[in-house]
């Protein structure tokens, strides 16, 4: 078998996504802007994943303009309820009229201020849960809506290979139980992966697309 480059690999996987004028203009404003987003090839994904837990509630750890959300949003029913929060105040007013144009904010709250202090006002159960704060508070993210999540839902990890300060030979070594001096971040995020992993109320896998997504579902 030929060897094939890996990012024309990820060519083909945006080209299979299935988005739409609304995503289209916010890949093009993440591209200008340099915003970290997952991308149309983790959003097709994000939103495949979601439909399986035919999921009734949600909450995003970090939405930015709603990116994330964007793809997550149509596999909710209209009477549904997927949580946004950003501290970022114009972002997440942004982030409002990108899913209003979409005809999903009737299924969408957006909650100004950090995530881990909005969580504690939600009793959950959540189908599908974002992980995409801070790195370096990614096991208290988990810790925050752990047992709020459902039978059967799912735990997306952002940024689970690489992102802007993370070390993805610290990661592994990490994981893998080995010393390593990694910096806060991440630390975070290995230290996420290796709890998921050695939860008993969870399976989890790694798909290897955009920044790396770790998903954990709980078991029923």
Avoid: Q
């Avoid at 750890?61 to 929060?85: H, I, M, N, Q």
């Avoid at 610290?170 to 630390?187: M, P, Q």
Wanted: proline share 5%.
């Amino acid at each position: 078998m030929h060897d094939i480059d890996p990012a024309r690999v990820g060519r083909l996987a945006r080209a299979l996504a299935e988005g739409d004028e609304v995503t289209a203009e916010m890949d093009a404003r993440a591209e200008a802007e340099g915003f970290p987003t997952v991308g149309p090839a983790v959003g097709g994904w994000l939103r495949l994943l979601a439909r399986t837990t035919d999921p009734v509630r949600g909450f995003e750890f970090g939405s930015g303009f709603g990116y994330s959300a964007y793809w997550f949003a149509d596999a909710f029913p209209p009477d549904g309820e997927l949580v946004l929060t950003e501290v970022d105040a114009d972002e997440l007013a942004d982030a409002r009229d990108y899913l209003a144009r979409g005809g999903y904010a009737d299924r969408c709250v957006f909650e100004h201020g950090d995530a881990l202090d909005t969580v504690e006002r939600y009793d959950g159960p959540f189908d599908v849960v974002l992980v995409d704060n801070e790195k370096e508070r990614y096991p208290e993210a988990f810790a925050a809506v752990r047992d709020k999540v459902a039978p059967g839902g799912m735990v997306f990890v952002d940024n689970a290979v690489t992102a802007g300060p993370l070390d993805f030979d610290g990661i592994l070594a990490l994981v893998e139980g080995d010393e390593y001096d990694a910096n806060a971040e991440t630390a975070g995020v290995a230290e996420l992966l290796a709890t998921l992993r050695d939860d008993s109320d969870f399976e989890v896998a790694l798909l290897p697309v955009g920044e790396g997504v770790a998903v954990a579902r709980r078991r029923d």
